[in-house]
């Protein structure tokens, strides 16, 4: 199935050529084609066992953001505002840049380019840009703090666990713009901060691992950018009190603070966090800047590698075995 602007395309919106392959039966796996452009629409994808591959250079771009007013006169919140929704499983995505343009400040909030409430999805090559919030990957918390329900896009399907591969993809962002409870993997990514309005502090990841889950987000060889005024920003706050996040040999710019990570104005996050940084050689004065609460392995110890935080499934597997016949 083809999408673009020719006339000789099967459809001219992404979201058309969506409803028509959800109407399909499941089971048999769908590409989706899209040919190079710009794409100015809110794209929801319940469908699973589909590939979504982007020809030249494809952008989907939208502007929603939390404070935004619904028909009711509500504020449409986080949930409500992702310019692309992907809630199925064993998905790929190749070669899309996904923006949301809506800018930030107080009177914008949160504003997701990308919800990825998936299961054993690879993204390969994406670009992802925003500010507050720009990638979420689920599953959400059982509930927002104030204990009600996050509203925002319905969920037809509960996934237990979501777990992604992330490879050669570009993240952009501010604060916490990468943030959710999946165990998901970030190889040879560019991790880009901006600067954040008002001079604030920026935070990278806002992990919210569930309890019990040994893996939430590990970033393996990537390379922590900024762009020029972002500064003092954090490796990572925990959005909910059992984060994990794990850096393995990634290169670091001098935006980040040498404290490395914040406890979000609770103690006692230190205690069931597990924020862990492979490859710091035993002189790097960063050992001694970091929180106390870091774990700063030796250089000898290993990191865990996708065999075990994919543990279970053959679906990043299957990609790196696509991936080298082509």
């Known amino acids: ?181 999946a165990a998901a993997y970030f190889e040879h990514c560019e991790i880009r901060s901006l600067p954040h309005y008002g001079q604030g502090e920026g935070y990278i990841t806002a992990a919210s691992t569930p309890e019990g889950q040994e893996y939430g987000y590990i970033f393996k060889e990537c390379y922590l950018t900024a762009a020029s005024g972002a500064a003092g920003v954090y490796l990572g706050r925990p959005w909910r009190g059992h984060a994990r996040t794990e850096l393995v040999n990634c290169r670091l710019g001098g935006h980040i603070d040498p404290r490395g990570w914040d406890n979000w104005g609770n103690p006692h996050n230190e205690r069931t966090v597990r924020y862990r940084e492979y490859g710091l050689a035993g002189g790097d004065p960063l050992r001694e800047q970091r929180v106390g609460w870091a774990l700063l392995p030796e250089e000898s110890e290993e990191a865990p590698g996708k065999a075990q935080i994919f543990a279970g499934t053959d679906f990043w597997r299957r990609e790196e075995a696509g991936e080298q016949d082509r």
Do not use: W
């Open 1 to 181: 199935m083809l999408v673009g602007k020719e006339a000789f395309c099967d459809f001219h919106t992404i979201q058309e050529a969506v409803d028509a392959l959800e109407r399909q039966p499941e089971g048999e796996e769908r590409t989706l084609y899209i040919l190079s452009g710009v794409y100015e629409e809110a794209v929801r994808i319940y469908r699973s066992h589909l590939r979504i591959i982007g020809l030249g250079t494809v952008e989907i771009t939208m502007n929603r953001y939390a404070r935004e007013l619904d028909a009711a006169g509500e504020e449409i919140t986080t949930f409500g505002t992702p310019t692309l929704f992907l809630g199925g499983s064993r998905l790929v995505v190749e070669n899309l840049v996904v923006a949301n343009t809506a800018g930030q400040g107080a009177d914008i909030g949160q504003a997701v380019a990308v919800y990825a409430h998936c299961d054993e999805t690879v993204f390969r090559s994406c670009t992802f840009k925003g500010h507050q919030d720009t990638l979420f990957t689920g599953p959400l918390p059982p509930a927002a703090k104030d204990g009600k329900p996050f509203g925002g896009i319905p969920l037809k399907e509960r996934h237990e666990r979501c777990r992604q591969l992330y490879t050669g993809c570009y993240i952009e962002g501010t604060v916490d713009f990468i943030f959710g409870g």
